[in-house]
């Protein structure tokens, strides 16, 4: 039987090798983002490339309202969930606490933890009636330790990755598994939104150092999901080999 996977924040970055990755595994897919051209795009290619069942479904997972009339949209043959990946997610700014914008953090915890959570609470009903299900939350480094000019962003993460184990303990008994994936320094579209947009402040990021890709998560991602049905994979960390935690890195130039 063909399984289904739901993902969030499919435009571009993790979400977009993850939904390649998953259709290329066989699933049937429910993909979700706020750039419809860009969904559009993707799930043609979907189709045409790997001949993958696909739904797009454009909303932004900060209004509730918004993922209910998204989630009760689906088809009846995409309502059966087998894999939820919550990656809808972003930082916003990289100054102090006090120099920082209301607006970003605002931002950052109504997509990184509200919006997981939204989506989440209306999905796990029918993974608890079917007593199968596996939900993989995309948490960061940050949600492990935090670092200067971060400590929102940080503070989303770690909630993240403290909502991930409390769903460990309360959905064991149904036969759910709940796992999550904290990459270190990645290179896709996560730096020039945390910098409003400026490309040169975003590649500075990642001077003299190799950093995580997107492939990289979708390789994890496939790891988790192809595990044998008795093997929970909980928590995977990843850096890039020149980074050691949030704050120490070893660039090529110094």
Do not use: W
């Not at 039987?1 to 739901?6: E, P």
């Not at 009903?125 to 935090?146: L, Q």
């Amino acid at each position: 039987m063909t399984k289904t996977a739901f993902i969030t924040g499919t435009t571009a970055g993790f979400g977009e090798a993850m939904a390649y990755r998953m259709a290329m595994l066989g699933y049937r897919l429910v993909i979700t983002g706020r750039r419809k051209e860009r969904l559009d795009e993707l799930t043609g290619k979907l189709c045409s490339e790997y001949k993958c069942e696909c739904v797009s479904l454009c909303f932004d997972v900060r209004d509730y309202d918004a993922c209910v009339e998204a989630v009760n949209s689906l088809p009846e043959s995409f309502r059966d969930i087998d894999v939820l990946v919550n990656n809808a997610g972003l930082a916003a700014g990289a100054a102090p606490f006090d120099e920082s914008l209301l607006d970003d953090f605002e931002r950052m915890i109504d997509t990184n933890v509200k919006g997981l959570i939204y989506i989440t609470k209306l999905l796990v009903p029918r993974m608890i009636e079917r007593k199968k299900g596996h939900i993989v939350n995309i948490s960061s480094i940050a949600g492990i330790e935090v670092y200067p000019n971060g400590s929102v962003y940080c503070a989303s993460k770690h909630a993240v990755n403290a909502v991930t184990k409390g769903l460990r303990l309360d959905l064991v008994k149904y036969g759910i598994k709940v796992s999550s994936i904290s990459p270190g320094m990645a290179e896709t579209e996560f730096s020039i939104v945390r910098y409003h947009g400026d490309e040169d402040k975003a590649k500075a990021v990642y001077q003299g150092i190799v950093p995580l890709n997107a492939e990289d998560i979708a390789d994890t991602l496939e790891f988790i999901v192809t595990r044998p049905d008795h093997v929970s994979i909980n928590d995977i960390q990843l850096n890039p080999k020149q980074q050691a935690n949030t704050y120490m890195t070893y660039r090529d130039s110094q």
